[in-house]
């Protein structure tokens, strides 16, 4: 009898703080939870977001661990970022500082690096890593623009600049500064502008995108040939 009055006691208190963390997460988190709603067809209710998104979950530990880091308290908040990727498999460092909206589809494998900094409105599919080159000091992670999307296992080295409205291909290694209204896909990242245009809203197709090096070659193909059949008509006419 007093083993089912604690049980029961104790499935009570977990059913408050689940409401409380509901509640709470709704009121600070409200830009994450609609993002993963707007951007995710798969996501059909802010509750379903907040209890089994794990991208979503590594965000909220990232806010704490990034307050206590702006606190300077020591080694806690690489001690929570460390649970917390072992919980989510998503590694985003305390220093790291990121904006509103962030959306982080599944997550698995993603690698936020200490001094990288990210616009509102982003997202960032499985596999991405946004890291360093080298052993230098400082600035050495890449800063990430408004309503970018970095796809499934893309990655972005440095310290560089990727402007608003960026659309990175799925795989794309991107080591260089990248100007806002582009494309960027392959190894290394090459861009494709977009016209110089914004396109309207955030675009989440980071596989169908234009190879502009292939587009090149085609276009080196159709002059060769078009210079062969020159030849060999100069030397039809000459017989």
């Given at each position: 009898?007093?083993?089912?009055?604690?049980?029961?006691?104790?499935?009570?208190?977990?059913?408050?703080?689940?409401?409380?963390?509901?509640?709470?997460?709704?009121?600070?988190?409200?830009?994450?939870?609609?993002?993963?709603?707007?951007?995710?067809?798969?996501?059909?209710?802010?509750?379903?977001?907040?209890?089994?998104?794990?991208?979503?979950?590594?965000?909220?530990?990232?806010r704490?661990?990034h307050?206590?880091?702006?606190?300077?308290?020591?080694?806690?908040?690489?001690?929570?970022?460390?649970?917390?990727?072992?919980?989510?498999?998503?590694?985003?460092?305390?220093?790291?500082?990121?904006?509103?909206?962030?959306?982080?589809?599944?997550?698995?494998g993603?690698?936020?690096?200490?001094?990288?900094?990210i616009?509102?409105?982003?997202?960032?599919?499985?596999?991405?890593?946004?890291?360093?080159?080298?052993?230098?000091?400082?600035?050495?992670?890449?800063?990430?623009?408004?309503?970018?999307?970095?796809?499934?296992?893309?990655?972005?080295?440095?310290?560089?600049?990727?402007?608003?409205?960026?659309?990175?291909?799925?795989?794309?290694?991107?080591?260089?500064?990248?100007?806002?209204?582009s494309?960027?896909?392959?190894?290394?990242?090459?861009?494709?502008?977009k016209?110089?245009?914004?396109?309207?809203?955030?675009?989440?197709?980071?596989?169908?995108l234009?190879?502009?090096?292939?587009?090149?070659?085609?276009?080196?193909?159709?002059?060769?040939?078009?210079?062969?059949t020159?030849?060999?008509?100069?030397?039809?006419?000459?017989?």
């Amino acid at each position: 009898m007093i083993l089912f009055t604690v049980l029961v006691q104790l499935i009570i208190l977990f059913i408050i703080l689940l409401v409380i963390y509901m509640v709470l997460a709704s009121i600070f988190f409200k830009e994450e939870i609609q993002s993963a709603l707007e951007r995710d067809p798969a996501a059909t209710s802010a509750i379903e977001v907040m209890l089994t998104y794990s991208g979503f979950h590594a965000i909220i530990i990232h806010r704490i661990t990034h307050a206590l880091c702006n606190a300077k308290v020591p080694l806690l908040p690489r001690l929570i970022s460390q649970i917390g990727r072992g919980i989510t498999g998503i590694e985003i460092h305390p220093g790291a500082k990121i904006g509103k909206g962030l959306f982080i589809d599944h997550g698995m494998g993603v690698v936020i690096g200490e001094t990288t900094i990210i616009g509102d409105n982003v997202t960032l599919f499985q596999g991405v890593t946004l890291g360093g080159t080298g052993k230098e000091k400082g600035k050495r992670h890449p800063t990430i623009g408004n309503n970018v999307v970095i796809g499934t296992g893309a990655k972005v080295l440095g310290n560089i600049n990727i402007g608003d409205n960026v659309n990175v291909g799925a795989n794309a290694v991107v080591i260089r500064d990248i100007p806002p209204n582009s494309t960027v896909v392959g190894v290394p990242g090459r861009v494709a502008r977009k016209e110089g245009k914004k396109v309207p809203g955030i675009n989440l197709d980071h596989t169908s995108l234009p190879d502009p090096l292939a587009n090149a070659l085609e276009r080196l193909q159709h002059e060769i040939d078009k210079i062969e059949t020159e030849i060999k008509e100069w030397h039809r006419n000459k017989e």
